[in-house]
């Protein structure tokens, strides 16, 4: 696993995007899945998850960056400390503009799950902002992360 991602998770371990608990809002949404539904693994983060007791890892069945890509399940509760780093980054999704140049956005897919997401950036901590694009310039600067966001903008752009 590259040092990107490490050093990406390590920005956001302590960080959510309020000062409190979000997960009190909503029960958890974001932490409850099923076999085909789950946080996207970033290139490697797998390894991490191989003898998981909160969670499992399954083949998301499509490739990103030119990689298979794994799902990780939640079984509803974690150890905080141990999140991938789509639940840290959460409900945020880094969008690519014609130019290349890049934006932090909330992700539209999270819509159906955070009511964070009506109340737009500007309800999210800076702290947790900030941390989430220095943590999306990070993995920009390694390639297979690079890849791994591009194709996952264009996958999911609505």
Not at 4 to 16: C, D, F, G, K, V
Not at 48 to 58: D, G, H, I, N
Not at 86 to 92: G, I, N, V
Not at 95 to 112: K, P, S, Y
Request: aromatic share 8%; glycine share 8%.
């Amino acid at each position: 696993m590259s040092a990107a991602i490490l050093t990406a998770r390590a920005l956001l371990s302590n960080l959510t995007p309020l000062k409190s608990d979000c997960g009190r809002l909503c029960g958890g949404a974001c932490c409850q899945g099923d076999d085909a539904t789950g946080m996207l693994l970033f290139p490697g983060e797998e390894a991490l998850y191989t003898a998981c007791s909160f969670a499992r890892v399954l083949p998301a069945g499509f490739s990103l960056g030119g990689q298979s890509v794994s799902l990780l399940v939640c079984e509803g509760r974690c150890e905080r400390e141990n999140r991938p780093l789509a639940c840290r980054l959460f409900p945020l999704f880094l969008r690519f503009r014609e130019d290349g140049t890049t934006r932090v956005v909330l992700d539209r897919r999270a819509r159906a799950l955070c009511p964070l997401t009506g109340y737009g950036l500007s309800a999210l901590d800076s702290a947790f902002l900030d941390a989430a694009r220095t943590a999306y310039d990070l993995l920009l600067a390694d390639p297979a992360c690079a890849a791994y966001l591009r194709d996952l903008d264009r996958a999911f752009r609505l």
